[in-house]
């Protein structure tokens, strides 16, 4: 049973570029959530996304968007990169009708220079 | 607004005896409470999940109780092994959209099991 992928694991860019992070969800589940970790934190929400629709978003800006395809992968994209952006970004999956319980990828590390 | 908190960053405990993670909360609308465990350069792992109507849930050396008139919420482990050295999160979920919910977290607890 494959768990929650990312790619890439580790990304290094440079201020102002636009970055674009990958997963694929648990098999199974539906329902895809992104998180922002940053360095001695939890991770805070991003946005969540069901039936290829972003649910909710948090507190982030309009730079953070993001897909999710038919076969339910997503993509989190940034633009207009600030060194404040550098963290560590997860993706959780969970199934629709559940989705307080979500499980996390590994994460992919962004550096921003 | 730190709806979840975690107030001990680290906590250091010897082989074999108890551990207690604890976690504050202030918002009465989160309706689950879950722990994760996250060991370096990984995602964190759900260990234990309990609803908002429980006070205890149970599953093998890992017990989290709830009380909901301090708005507090533990993870006990019994007993400490050295493989449970990882950063704790607690999180609890809140409903976002009808059906949807997301997960609020703490900052962690660092957890040491000493031999």
């Known amino acids: 049973d494959a768990g929650v992928t990312q790619s890439p694991t580790h990304l290094i860019k440079t201020r102002g570029q636009q970055v674009t992070l990958r997963c694929s969800p648990k098999?199974?589940?539906?329902?895809v959530s992104w998180y922002q970790q940053a360095l001695g934190q939890g991770p805070q929400f991003i946005f969540q996304?069901?039936?290829?629709?972003?649910?909710q978003r948090g507190n982030f800006p309009d730079r953070f968007s993001g897909h999710q395809f038919p076969n339910y992968s997503s993509e989190l994209n940034v633009n207009a990169l600030l060194l404040g952006d550098s963290a560590l970004y997860l993706c959780?999956?969970?199934?629709?009708?559940?989705?307080?319980?979500?499980?996390f990828g590994p994460g992919t590390r962004l550096t921003v220079t | 607004d730190q709806q979840v908190k975690q107030n001990s960053p680290s906590l250091s405990v010897q082989e074999g005896r108890i551990s207690i993670l604890n976690c504050d909360y202030t918002n009465s609308m989160f309706d689950y409470f879950l722990w994760y465990k996250k060991y370096p350069a990984e995602g964190p792992t759900f260990l234990i999940s309990i609803s908002s109507i429980k006070d205890k849930n149970e599953d093998g050396r890992f017990t989290v109780f709830l009380n909901k008139s301090a708005k507090h919420l533990s993870l006990h482990i019994v007993p400490s092994q050295p493989g449970d050295s990882a950063v704790y999160f607690c999180a609890a979920s809140v409903h976002i959209i009808q059906g949807a919910q997301k997960l609020v977290f703490g900052q962690g607890t660092r957890l040491t099991i000493n031999p």
């Open positions: 996304y069901y039936e290829e629709e972003e649910r």
């Open positions: 959780a999956s969970s199934l629709e009708w559940r989705t307080y319980e979500q499980y």
């Open positions: 098999s199974g589940h539906d329902t």
